[in-house]
């Protein structure tokens, strides 16, 4: 027990990414139910989208899971609201500051859990009364800071006084290990819960990332201000090509950019289409060899994990 578990009343300090059209019901209760804390992402759903998946979540296991709201989302404030009213525990936050619902989720009992890119974001939202902070180095898959995990970590350690939770570029044991060092009190993982058995993505999605190999990431969105980390395809490549034009440019066709990316982690996630598509994940992913079950892959973890650090 840490305090992160004793927050969370979990059994180990391991939480599931909030990863868009991924972490759903399935996942985040499978999570839950083997020790961790499972999270559902809220994406750019509706609040009635986001009830339902609680609803269903809670169906399927009676420990503690949280939500993941993006702030930047039109649909936050309902998200927020949805979150009140369903018993929702735990919620973390990213793209924005959590400081309007504060207040709401206080009264309804929630313990908020913003991910951070820097120090000065830590410090604000310890400030706004957040229960612990998540340091997201830019080894993550998907959205993504500019400082790396190993860098990150123990200054946002040493700039606040609640509990850090280290992610990005963990995906084992000496991963863990090696933030625990740092100072971190816990560890969110999202590519190696790509494989897991009990996690929805398509098939092609999961075989993709389990060939990647460590070169195989890629930054797209740099020219947008919205850096993504996603696995080398012919989307990719062309994605790359269109940035590299558009900053020839006096004025940068921004809409255009974003407009190739609409829908195209729904493409890789739903459909299979791994080329046509985005295929979110980390810089760890070629250390994920196999999928499990979320059960044998916090137990491994944890198993090996605990054997490095005594």
Same mark, same amino acid.
Request: proline fraction near 3%.
């Given at each position: 027990m840490n305090r992160i578990c004793e927050l969370l009343g979990i059994e180990y300090p391991i939480l599931q990414g909030g990863m868009a059209?991924?972490?759903?019901? =399935?996942?985040?209760?499978? #999570?839950? =139910?083997?020790?961790?804390?499972?999270?559902?992402a809220a994406g750019n759903a509706l609040g009635d989208v986001i009830r339902a998946e609680i609803r269903k979540t809670k169906e399927l296991t009676d420990k503690p899971f949280g939500v993941n709201i993006m702030l930047l989302s039109l649909h936050a404030d309902e998200i927020a609201r949805a979150c009140c009213e369903e018993g929702v525990k735990v919620v973390t936050t990213g793209a924005g500051t959590p400081a309007k619902y504060m207040e709401m989720f206080k009264a309804a009992g929630i313990i908020v859990i913003p991910v951070v890119p820097s120090v000065a974001i830590a410090k604000m939202m310890e400030k706004v009364g957040a229960h612990a902070v998540i340091a997201e180095g830019m080894e993550a898959g998907g959205h993504i800071g500019k400082l790396t995990t190993m860098c990150l970590v123990p200054q946002v350690v040493d700039a606040v006084n609640i509990p850090v939770i280290a992610a990005g570029g963990i995906a084992d044991g000496r991963g863990a290990a090696a933030a625990h060092m740092l100072?971190?009190?816990?560890?969110?993982?999202? %590519?190696?819960?790509?494989? +897991?058995?009990?996690?929805? #993505?398509?098939? =092609?999605? &999961? &075989?993709?990332?389990?060939? +990647? &190999?460590?070169?195989?990431?890629?930054? %797209?969105?740099?020219? %947008?201000?919205? /850096?993504?980390r996603s696995l080398r395809n012919k989307f990719t490549t062309a994605f790359l090509e269109l940035e590299k034009q558009e900053a020839k &440019?006096?004025? /940068?066709?921004?809409a255009k950019i974003e407009e190739m990316g609409m829908g195209a982690l729904r493409r890789a996630v739903i459909e299979g289409d791994v080329q046509g598509g985005t295929v979110m994940a980390g810089q760890i992913a070629a250390l994920v060899k196999e999928e499990q079950t979320a059960a044998e892959i916090i137990t491994k973890i944890w198993s090996d994990y605990r054997g490095l650090i005594g």
């Open positions: 059209w991924i972490s759903e019901a =399935n996942l985040a209760a499978a #999570v839950s =139910n083997a020790g961790g804390l499972g999270i559902v100072g971190a009190e816990g560890f969110q993982l999202g %590519t190696c819960f790509l494989v +897991a058995n009990e996690c929805i #993505v398509h098939e =092609n999605y &999961k &075989k993709f990332v389990i060939k +990647a &190999k460590d070169i195989d990431s890629v930054i %797209t969105g740099n020219i %947008t201000g919205h /850096p993504v &440019k006096d004025e /940068p066709d921004i």
